[in-house]
């Protein structure tokens, strides 16, 4: 598991070296096989909390472990980069092979690999992502869902435990976005990688296993999609979008309260109109 205690990150912005503290104070613990939604505005902390988790940045205070590692122990930064693997935002920055399947094999080959197991790991993670028919393609001439799923092979390959997607889809356009979010499903539900995704889409939220809501560098709610998304009045007081079938539940739980708060699809809420 990943074990965040009582992490604190304070940079200093370069314009006027006043101190910010981007997290405060956070606890938070990642189960093996766990597909977690971390989300919040622009500023919240989110994407500052995805670095700490391969040790891109320090706590300032507190820790944070990997399957008991601490990521502050230098000895161990190896260790922990090859355990937990990160999807960006834009993945023109992950792409540097003149072909698909040359990128692909780029981190099993600088991790010192048999290049009979480097062709065996490519082959692996194109099929897993969908992009096998694209191995001999040029990266720039992919669509922006397709450039991402290679990426996402590129960390494949390295056979990480965990896989942090730091707002992967916040680029693409809705097509895209439904090609990464059914390769992310994939991976944890059939390959049993342990999934987080920083995003600011309702609808990607819904699909984890638990929902992490941040803001002002805390945890302001935590749990299943159900039971964050029912809290209506919250995440409007935050200006978060909330799943508009949920929104409506909450409306209609108002006047008729045999209605459930916390429905979450359409059939759902077909079920409780028809009773």
């Not at 944070?64 to 980069?81: G, H, K, M, Q, S």
């Not at 999807?87 to 920055?93: E, G, K, L, R, S």
């Not at 992490?212 to 009045?233: C, K, N, W, Y």
Request: with cysteine.
């Amino acid at each position: 598991m990943i074990r965040i205690n009582h992490l604190t990150h304070i940079y200093q912005k370069e314009s006027t070296s006043q101190e910010v503290k981007a997290l405060d104070d956070v606890s938070l613990t990642i189960q093996d096989g766990e597909h977690i939604a971390v989300l919040g505005h622009n500023g919240c902390g989110k994407s500052t909390l995805a670095k700490h988790l391969n040790a891109l940045l320090l706590p300032t205070e507190g820790t944070v472990e990997v399957d008991a590692v601490d990521t502050a122990n230098e000895a161990d930064l190896w260790t922990i980069r090859q355990t937990v693997g990160m999807v960006f935002q834009n993945p023109d920055n992950q792409l540097i092979a003149t072909t698909v399947e040359e990128d692909v094999a780029f981190g099993p080959e600088n991790m010192g690999m048999d290049p009979v197991l480097i062709r065996q790991r490519v082959d692996e993670a194109l099929e897993l992502v969908g992009m096998a028919a694209f191995k001999n393609k040029e990266p720039h001439l992919l669509s922006g869902g397709q450039k991402q799923r290679v990426a996402i092979a590129g960390i494949i390959a390295m056979r990480p435990k965990y896989i942090v997607f730091d707002e992967p889809t916040a680029m693409l356009d809705p097509q895209g976005r439904r090609e990464v979010m059914e390769t992310m499903q994939r991976l944890n539900r059939e390959e049993g990688l342990t999934i987080v995704n920083i995003t600011h889409f309702m609808e990607e939220a819904v699909l984890a296993d638990r929902v992490v809501v941040m803001e002002h560098g805390r945890i302001v709610a935590l749990g299943t999609p159900r039971e964050v998304f029912s809290q209506v009045d919250l995440l409007k007081r935050m200006q978060l979008d909330v799943p508009p079938i949920t929104e409506l539940a909450a409306l209609l739980h108002k006047e008729k309260n045999y209605i459930a708060a916390d429905i979450m699809t359409i059939e759902e809420m077909v079920n409780a109109l028809c009773r």
